[in-house]
């Protein structure tokens, strides 16, 4: 008798300890447990109206005017359009980085300068982000902004920008002044360095390409 | 009919040799004069040890890394919106996503340098990825703290994991050189942020325990920017 008793205390308290287990098992995730946290507070019937706001965490956004907030559409779009469009140039800069690192193909220069211009496309997608911010926009729809890929728009977007009946004068300005600027000097580079390494390649073959690498 | 045979098993045998030969670099090398193909899948290569072991879980490692780099940056946005108006946490986490984006361009020349290769094509599944599933990052601030703390962890136990394949295995798959780079690059880095968003999520939830807790995340903020 005495047996039996103990025995099923010992069960109970296995029971209990692997209770324990589980929940500490579900509970492995901090948010998850704010989330948690957050219901079990909605379900209690609140005295205080106070506690259950401090515990909700979210602060309420305080209605202010929207005036100032000018955007245009088209405008817009395209501005989202373009902020995917450096995402995916720098997946692809990235990749070639990654493809000119290869111990069989041994390029160090160019690997080199596509691992450069991968970190500055990203740069450009994130400085576009900071402007719509800046123009009051991103208030929403954030998560959705950028896709992360599986891999000549700047002046179509300067037009889409400047056209009637919105102009939107500073964007264009920041578009032409910054971007296309930084763009056609990048592709004058670009030029200039296809350029040498064809002459160097039409002789020279691999010999050329090795030398050339070296100079990036 | 028996000479038959020997002649068959004689050239089994001695193909196999061949083959074998094929292996080292020194074989190819000398035949390289002789054709113009010496190049793409070289047997001159730099691998070695447990790569073809680990390479995959490095691999996705990197494609996770990315993921993040770009979670961050959005949520980083999210807080610059003039409605949230929080500097100090677009800074925190404008920082953690430069940081995974650096680390994947790390990753990429230790892969290769080892003689590996990076293809973003191809997603292997392992432990050390995360899931492509995109959680909503339009939170508040003390969610925003817990989800990147969250974060941070996967991609802590990601690293974990590289490191215990390249450590825990059959004697020819070990990799001990992919092991002490995982270490000194990043274990002890992810150790240091784990425990400041730790820091972070836990003092600001104490904060929060106020009626009004508006003054507090407007001085948390401010806190953070100061980081």
Redesign the interface.
Known sequence: MVKLIASLLLLAVVAQAYGDFKSKKESK???K??VKEAKTQKQKPSNDE??D???K???E?PEITKDWVDMKDACLKGMRNQIQEE?NAS?QY??M??YF????VNRPGF?EHF?KA??EE?EHG?KL??YL?MR?????G??D??N?P?TRSIRKLIQTCEGKPYNHYHLVDYLTGVYLEEQLHGQRELAGKLTTLKKMMVSQGELGEFLFDKTL | MKLFVALALFAGLSSIALAKNEEYCQNTVVTACSSSTFSGNSICNARFAGIDHVEPEVQAYINSQLTKSYDYLLLATHFNSYQKNRPGFQKLYQGLSDRSFDDSIALIKQVTRRGGVVDFNTRHESPASVSTKRNTLEVDELHSLALALDNEKQLASGATHVHSRATHATDADRDPELAHYIEENFLGKQAETVRKLSGYANDLAKLMKVPDPSLSVYLFDEYLQKQ
């Open positions: 995730s901090f948010a447990d704010l106070c506690q706001q401090g515990c965490g979210s602060l956004v995402i997946y990235l990749a980085g990654a690192s290869r111990d069989t690997a691992f991968a970190k990203r994130s982000v900071e911010s009051g926009q991103l208030t929403e954030v998560s902004l950028i992360v599986v």
